[in-house]
């Protein structure tokens, strides 16, 4: 998922490049772009891209954060209670920062991932709170082996992140 974007960004980067203009092309330096070529930081990058045609950018900073403070966590069940911990503000002040740059420099710039399958499309999606999907995101990274989800409704962030 994070490749495609990669690779987007860089044909982007490539054309730019190749331009034969009068002006002085500067490519794009901005952190969005930085951070989906750093294999440490590009979960964000393709979480945003993967969520943004569900959720604006303030639900997909507040989704990140809790998924930022269930990894800090040590425990191996998630907490779903992150909504006024004191420990969230700092981390939601850059955060947001950093979600609109991914937002104005790489989604919206037309660096996006697939899309739900076609399979699924004609289902009613349903959508979690932030704090559930979260909790869900980091109960799935903490399992080994495989998983199955069992839902009475399609819930189309979960498959989109997926």
Known sequence: MVSEIRHSIEK??????NLKAPLNVVLSGSLGRIMAQDPELCYVVSTCAALAPLYGASDVTDIICTL???????????DMGYGYDVRRMPITAVMS??????????VNAGHKMDSIPEELCHLHIHLLDHTT????????????????????CFLGDLAAWL
Request: glycine share 2%.
């Open 68 to 78: 930022m403070l269930n990894k800090r966590d040590s425990s191996d069940k998630p």
């Open 97 to 106: 920062k950093i979600i609109e740059s991914v937002f104005l420099n790489v």
């Open 12 to 17: 982007a980067d490539i054309r730019f490049k």
């Open 133 to 152: 999907f979260a909790a869900i995101i980091a109960d799935l990274q903490h399992r080994k082996g495989d998983v199955l989800i069992v839902s009475r």
